[in-house]
């Protein structure tokens, strides 16, 4: 909606839609796969978020005392980022990982090196390559910067219905305005913010399967993690499903990747890099 030199123009407006006119020329930047992607947020700000947000969760979600679960995640955590290229801007040394004690089958990584393994996770991801492809996921999920790129989009999504919101103030009663801002939030989250997260999903899912292969992780089994979440859906679906929706799709994709990425795996084994990581080998 622009505004006409008979009707009355408000500065409000007209500063949101600069501002977002601004925000959409200066945040553009091309991600691993090289989709254009726009970012709002500094990675000073986004690692602070990751950060504090990790804290929190350490507060309030037990952490796993049992040593040698420890050591198993960490043994297949520290493989996967030891791949991670280094234009990423992380040094290995650079992730932490935790592994809290809770029966839920999630994980996830937080902007500025953070990784939370669920020991409910542990029971479905029941191998090392299962669960390196969990790993490798949540962290392609920081390097490809997504985070940002769905904070961004909110943020987008935020300003345009406050800029609509103020064109609409003189012309229609409150009631409508209301209805109006209600629609477009509804419509912004369905049209906008859902396709986008798939394409993340997706993204994530490449670039996590490259990183587990050149790990010396089987990359066949990450199509075998998939297909035991989605068989694990139904009444009580994985935590995990809740934030990574759409597993047929992603069956598939990562099904037709195996053969791109098994040179990568035999490459890594030849090198040397087959990692030995056994949760159940007494210490
Ligand atoms: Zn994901």
Request: proline share 5%; with cysteine; charged share 20%.
């Amino acid at each position: 909606m622009l505004c006409f030199m008979k009707q009355r123009c408000r500065p409000g407006w007209l500063a949101s839609l600069a501002l977002t006119v601004t925000l959409g020329l200066t945040g553009c930047a091309v991600s691993p796969t090289g989709e254009r992607t726009l970012l709002l947020n500094s990675s000073t700000q986004m690692n602070e978020l990751g950060s504090q947000s990790f804290e929190q969760m350490k507060e309030k979600i037990p952490i796993e005392t049992d040593a040698r679960t420890n050591r198993y995640v960490e043994c297949v955590s520290d493989a996967i980022v030891m791949q991670v290229p280094r234009k990423y801007g992380y040094a290995p040394q650079d992730w932490e990982l935790v592994v809290f004690k809770d029966k839920a089958v999630n994980a996830f990584a937080l902007p500025g090196g953070k990784i939370g393994v669920y020991t409910g996770m542990l029971q479905v991801a029941n191998t090392q390559h299962q669960l390196a492809s969990v790993i490798g996921h949540e962290v392609a999920h920081v390097l490809a910067q997504h985070s940002n790129a769905r904070m961004s989009q909110q943020q987008l999504t935020q300003l345009g219905i406050v800029a609509t919101s103020i064109a609409l103030a003189d012309r229609v009663d409150t009631k409508t305005q209301q209805a109006a801002v209600m629609a477009l939030g509804l419509g912004a989250q369905y049209g906008i913010l859902l396709p986008y997260s798939r394409k993340h999903e997706s993204e994530a899912d490449m670039l996590g399967q490259e990183l587990m292969a050149q790990a010396g992780f089987d990359p066949r089994e990450a199509v075998t993690l998939w297909q035991k979440m989605a068989q694990k859906g139904g009444a009580a679906p994985p935590e995990l499903l809740s934030t990574h929706p759409a597993p047929g799709t992603r069956i598939r994709q990562l099904d037709s990747q195996v053969s791109k990425y098994m040179p990568l795996y035999q490459q890594a084994l030849a090198a040397g890099r087959k990692p030995d990581c056994d949760r159940l080998r007494p210490r």
